[in-house]
């Protein structure tokens, strides 16, 4: 079946920097449009951002201009690279393709 895997959370300072990566297996990855979304503790689901099969990017309000998603498609990985990051942005971060996802990786923002 599809999988969708992320991996690169972790502990990290504010003001800090962070990359993650969502490597997707048994789908056809450049024919899919790829998000990155995040849940806090007690808060809904919500949209971090997008990449379309073309490279066009979508981003939420609260992280552009500090977060970076990209794709490689030769690889099958879709990638966010967090900067600046802030105590609100932690969270678990899910991957998403499609109505496929995967499990999440934790990112904590702590001093």
């Known amino acids: 079946q599809v999988q969708l895997v992320e991996s690169g959370g972790g502990l990290v300072q504010p003001g800090g920097s962070l990359g993650l990566s969502c490597t997707a297996s048994r789908i056809i990855f450049s024919q899919y449009i790829m998000g990155w979304y995040r849940q806090a503790p007690a808060k809904q689901l919500e949209l971090v951002a997008t990449?379309?099969?073309?490279?066009?990017?979508n981003y939420a309000l609260s992280v552009k201009g500090r977060f970076t998603i990209s794709r490689h498609n030769t690889n099958n990985t879709v990638y966010l690279h967090m900067n600046n990051l802030k105590p609100e942005d932690t969270a678990i971060y899910y991957c998403?393709?499609?109505?496929?996802w995967g499990k999440g990786t934790l990112v904590t923002v702590s001093s």
């Open positions: 998403k393709a499609s109505n496929y």
């Open positions: 990449i379309s099969t073309t490279g066009n990017t």
